[in-house]
């Protein structure tokens, strides 16, 4: 066996979990390095959890490997654990426990934390450990989550939709504490459903739908699948620039009705930007559609399409 730290942070073989039907984890092959920040990305249903209840020995696979820092999944589910930091995608529910009694009671489990740490995390989401748990919003449930995840610095942290119910500010607070737990030396392996979130920290990402992993990709070849619908409202005494608008990279399906616009634009917003710069605009609406409308526009129902050049 190779030495712990040369093994990937996480290797899988074929893993397959399969319910029937047609639902489940099929024939996964995936490898994540060490100090890589991994974006899990598939709509709800595609099979992101069931991966990561694999990964944390929760579940059994119908047969398959998986594997974290050189360690089976399965056999070995104490070691793994011991080295991981999870986030489950449904917070356990603790009752009439108080935030730091959670801590308290999880910390001891793991032979200890450093109270120091789990006081600045506290502070940074501004979670207040003296109220009981079935008093949390589910805002501040997900930050109690977080806290659990981080608060014993792990070589590997397993996120299964982390910013569920978070604010956009706790949001931000939340990638900039992923950059820095990556910069330290960690690896991060996170499910979303959400495009734009993988964009802010991950290095690659693995699309996977209907529980087949269909694509793993690097950053610059998901910003090409990222799609737009975006509504410009012009001044009345300005003339819509039609045709710059239509000529520009990326913008397709060009709708024009009186001084309002409607287009969807793939990839960046440069070239709309330039289009209508000389105009007048009195509104900009940019909404990014649901990650399985995306899908449905690149992928068939059986096999990936590629992606655009």
Not at 10 to 22: A, C, E, F, H, P
Not at 58 to 76: K, N, Q, W, Y
Not at 142 to 150: E, G, P, S, Y
């Amino acid at each position: 066996m190779l030495p712990e730290m040369a093994a990937p942070a996480i290797r899988t073989s074929r893993l397959t979990k399969d319910y029937g039907v047609g639902r489940g984890l099929f024939d996964l092959d995936l490898q994540v390095s060490a100090q890589e920040v991994f974006g899990y990305l598939g709509p709800n249903g595609s099979g992101k959890t069931t991966t990561i209840r694999l990964l944390m020995g929760m579940i059994s696979p119908s047969h398959g490997t998986a594997h974290v820092f050189g360690l089976d999944c399965f056999r070995e589910a104490v070691e793994v654990k011991r080295k991981v930091g999870y986030l489950p995608g449904d917070v356990p529910q603790f009752g009439s426990l108080r935030g730091s009694e959670v801590v308290a009671y999880l910390g001891g489990m793991r032979g200890g934390v450093d109270r120091r740490r789990v006081r600045a995390l506290a502070e940074r989401f501004d979670l207040d450990l003296g109220r009981r748990f079935r008093e949390y919003s589910s805002g501040n449930k997900q930050k109690l989550a977080i806290v659990l995840a981080f608060m014993h610095e792990p070589d590997l942290l397993i996120l299964d939709e982390p910013t569920s119910s978070l604010d956009p500010l706790n949001q931000q607070e939340f990638y900039a504490l992923l950059r820095e737990t990556r910069d330290g030396g960690a690896t991060v392996f996170l499910s979303s459903h959400v495009l734009s979130e993988v964009e802010h920290v991950c290095d690659r990402v693995g699309i996977i739908r209907d529980g087949r992993l269909v694509r793993v990709a690097q950053l610059d070849e998901l910003r090409r699948i990222r799609v737009h619908r975006v509504e410009i409202e012009f001044a009345p005494d300005t003339a819509v620039p039609e045709t710059p608008i239509r000529d520009a990279e990326g913008v397709e399906e060009v709708t024009i009705s009186g001084q309002r616009v409607t287009c969807t634009v793939r990839g960046g917003f440069e070239a709309l930007m330039r289009a209508i710069r000389d105009a007048q605009v009195v509104d900009f609406i940019s909404t990014e559609p649901s990650l399985e409308e995306i899908f449905l526009s690149y992928f068939s129902e059986r096999k990936p399409k590629a992606l655009p050049p």
